[in-house]
């Protein structure tokens, strides 16, 4: 193919499965964090996401973002795939670009999931998730990357710190203020219940991540080589300050915390990582986990059922990461445009103004898909659902289950009691 | 003295546990156990696999009271536990024939009285 270049076509490739596998990994994230009844449901939510916005992205989402159109939203060419073929756009064929374009989609829409864990009725869920990749991301995806408004208007958002995170944030809070909090919230302490499995999470997240923003360089370049090494960088000073802030609080450095500080620094990292120098994408790390910090905090002292903190970490890291992006991006590195710091103070009013239209325009997509959803069906569980957890109530599986009292029901003997087992079984008599 | 037993659902004990506290019922030990009541199986599907899960989880409280202290703790569980659907559980009213306090030594009546609480050392 002319134009196609078979070494961006490979790290294309690797970047896109790369990103995939942080949809997963948020959930083994968000799944650690939330009570044992209620492991596989966090779980799924995520899960879902790679099936449901996938479709929905290479049937509607994709053209609605991508294909040529109006400042507002992409036109109608691209539905379907149509015209989506092997042929170059820029350096890679156009249907790797679209998938991994996709793989954006999938996980924006899953991290909203964690505003609304152990309440939500699971197929009104997936209604809204669905729904909401096509009525809020793929426009906003339009206006920054797709040759929209935010795009001409100069903002910079290297992989997704505002068409993601600060998306994803204003999404979440809107959806945890509609569902309203937890039944238990405020009232009894909800504790994690396995951090080491948000750890993992975290881990396979940070890992995914390099594709999420290299990959964002769309070849393999040396543009790519710097996004990657920032992403190194940003959430490892996140990481040691969160630490650093957790030892002055508390006396103790926290493994939630390290997990949040990792993550929180990857999400600042993100809209700057190809456009900021290494010392810059250490202080937008530095930085940018401090606001969400605090915000951690104050949250949990108030009403706000947001119960994996999306806006803290997500939406206000994204913010943070975004505007820090208008201060630090340095010409000499990305050959693009200067922040504040190097005599360019316009840039940082275009991040502020691109990530206000972003977090105002999700919220009201949001209130909009949700009150929609909620017109054909309630998105509360019953109070003994709840109390229950959601494996069992929406799933009919549990996370953690015991065979002790499961009495196996057979096809042909319909819910009869089997017969009690034979003294003796032979090794290897059961298929 | 009456040993207080009590089983009840595993999503209502921090409310039996609150009402307990009100009740100024001090002193408990609990347990989690597995029980079959009387209420509607939970089916469960693993892949190709349906089961019908006979047993669910319980908190099994015990609470040693003295005699005038047996009616508030029973109405704190009563009130607390119940959803009105089956397998709300079971309160056991047993009669305790000797008590002793390891710590004192103390009998009886004197070792379920509960002592005045000490500041938690820091």
């Known amino acids: ?57 290479a049937l509607l989402g994709y053209t609605l973002a991508f294909a040529p159109g109006n400042a507002l939203l992409g036109g109608l060419s691209r539905a379907g795939l149509a015209g989506v073929g092997l042929e170059a756009q820029g350096t890679i064929p156009h249907l790797l670009f679209m998938a991994y374009q996709g793989t954006f989609a999938v996980i924006t829409a899953a991290l909203i999931s964690g505003a609304i864990v152990e309440r939500m009725r699971f197929g009104p869920y997936l209604a809204f998730l669905t729904l909401w990749s096509l009525v809020v991301y793929a426009p906003l995806a339009h206006w920054v990357w797709g040759g929209g408004w935010l795009g001409a208007l100069g903002a910079l958002d290297y992989a ?55 990959g964002s360089a ?15 960088l940003a959430p490892a000073a996140g990481l040691v300050v969160w630490s650093l802030l957790d030892l002055r609080r508390t006396g103790r450095v926290t493994a939630a915390g390290a997990a949040t500080g990792i993550v929180v620094g990857l999400v600042a990292i993100t809209p700057a990582a190809g456009l900021v120098g290494p010392l810059g994408a250490l202080a937008v790390g530095a930085l940018g986990v401090v606001p969400s910090y605090y915000a951690l905090l104050w949250r949990a002292r108030t009403r706000i059922d947001d119960s994996l903190d999306v806006v803290a970490a997500h939406g206000l890291g994204g913010l943070t990461g975004a505007l820090l992006t208008g201060v630090l991006a340095q010409k000499s590195w990305n050959g693009v445009a200067d922040g504040l710091l190097f005599g360019n103070p316009r840039q940082l009013v275009v991040q502020a103004v691109a990530v206000l239209a972003a977090a105002l325009f999700s919220a009201a997509g949001t209130v909009v898909v949700l009150r929609v959803v909620a017109l054909v069906a309630p998105l509360r569980v019953a109070a003994r659902e709840e109390g229950l957890g959601l494996d069992v109530s929406q799933h009919g599986e549990e996370a953690y289950a015991r ?5 196996l029901v057979l096809p042909d003997a319909g819910t009869a009691r089997p017969a009690p087992a034979p003294a003796l079984v032979t090794e290897g008599s059961r298929a | 003295m009456k040993l207080v037993v009590a089983i009840v659902r595993t999503e209502r004990l921090s409310d039996v546990l609150e009402a307990l506290f009100r009740a100024e019922v001090r002193g408990l030990s609990l347990s989690r156990v597995q029980g079959h009541g009387g209420e509607t199986e939970r089916v469960e599907t693993y892949r190709g696999t349906t089961v019908k899960m006979e047993l669910s989880e319980k908190v099994r409280l015990e609470i040693g009271v003295s005699d005038h202290f047996v009616e508030p703790t029973v109405a704190a569980i009563l009130g607390a536990a119940r959803t009105g659907e089956v397998g709300d559980g079971k309160i056991f009213v047993l009669p305790v024939e000797k008590v002793y306090r390891i710590r004192t030594g103390e009998e009886d009546q004197a070792a379920v009285t509960p002592v005045e609480p000490v500041a938690a050392e820091v």
């Not at chain 1, 393999?220 to 992403?231: I, V």
């Not at chain 1, 065979?403 to 009495?407: K, N, Q, S, T, V």
């Open chain 1, 1 to 57: 193919m002319t134009g196609v270049n078979g070494a961006d076509v490979a790290w294309m490739l690797v970047a896109t499965a790369m990103v995939l596998l942080m949809t997963p990994a948020l959930g083994l994230f968000y799944g650690g964090m939330v009570r044992a009844k209620n492991a596989l449901n966090t779980l799924m939510m995520s899960v879902v996401a790679v099936g449901f916005v996938g479709v929905a992205w």
């Open chain 1, 218 to 232: 769309l070849g393999a370049t040396a543009a790519a080589a710097l996004a990657f090494t920032n992403t190194l």
């Open chain 1, 403 to 407: 065979d002790e009292g499961a009495i």
């Open chain 1, 160 to 214: 997704g710190g505002t068409v993601v995170h600060v998306n994803a944030g204003a999404a979440a809070r809107v959806a945890a203020l509609l569902l309203r909090p937890r039944k238990d919230f405020a009232r009894q302490a909800i504790l994690p219940h396995n951090l080491p499995m948000t750890l993992i999470g975290t881990g396979l997240l940070w890992f995914g991540w390099f594709g999420f923003n290299a």
